[in-house]
């Protein structure tokens, strides 16, 4: 299964996520299939979101968008967010 991690800081977090929220037609448009949202426990404006997509390549290049890049000025992105793209090689619940 391939995953697309996400890691940014938000300038306020109560601010981004409703934005966040309102994108799901376009990150479901570049084939996400769902994700997890976490916080940094140290710094909750830190987040990182882990998606399940269908495709790499086709969640890259949504990544990469112009109309990601404006929705994520909306949303008051303080930083440049890191993108990863990763293939699970195991799932194991312990």
Known sequence: MPYA???HKVEDYERWKPVFDED???RKAAGSKGYR???????????FILFEVED??????FGQSEELRQKM???GIADKPDFYFLDEVEHRQE
Not at 56 to 61: C, P, S, T
């Open 5 to 7: 991690l996400v890691r």
């Open 24 to 26: 799901s037609e376009n």
């Open 37 to 47: 949202l976490f916080r940094n426990s140290d710094d909750p404006n830190e987040t």
């Open 56 to 61: 790499i390549e086709k969640y890259r290049q």
């Open 73 to 75: 000025q909306q949303a």
